[in-house]
Nanobody
């Protein structure tokens, strides 16, 4: 059984930083792409960042230069380093895994999802 478990969310002030982690079990994701999505209250789930099996990355424009997605294949863990946080970054953040190798921004192309972790940025 595949499980993705996020951690690292919390409450932070504007300009602060958080590092999200996503621990995978039941499947080795080193050969597959993974991604981060977020969903704010009353809004649709939104793509944040994705990383291919070779480490290539892509980001939504609003987080470029502030967020960094990375992976540690030895630990089967995905990360999202978030710096210079803004109130509009407030959302539940979800980790997702694909059964394909290339990064992708469409949530319909992800097969596995975590339960989410809350990130709240106060102004």
């Amino acid at each position: 059984q595949v499980q993705l478990v996020e951690s690292g969310g919390g409450l932070v002030q504007t300009g602060g930083s958080l590092r999200l982690s996503c621990a995978a079990s039941g499947r080795t994701f080193g050969n597959y792409a993974m991604g981060w999505f977020r969903q704010a209250p009353g809004k649709e789930r939104e793509f944040v960042a994705s990383i291919s099996w070779t480490g290539d990355t892509t980001y939504i424009a609003s987080v470029k230069g502030r967020f960094t997605i990375s992976r540690d294949n030895a630990k089967n863990t995905l990360y999202l380093q978030m710096n210079s946080l803004k109130p509009e970054d407030t959302a539940v953040y979800y980790c997702a895994g694909r059964t394909a190798r290339n990064y992708n921004s469409d949530p319909r192309n992800y097969d596995y999802w975590g339960q989410g972790t809350q990130v709240t940025v106060s102004s």
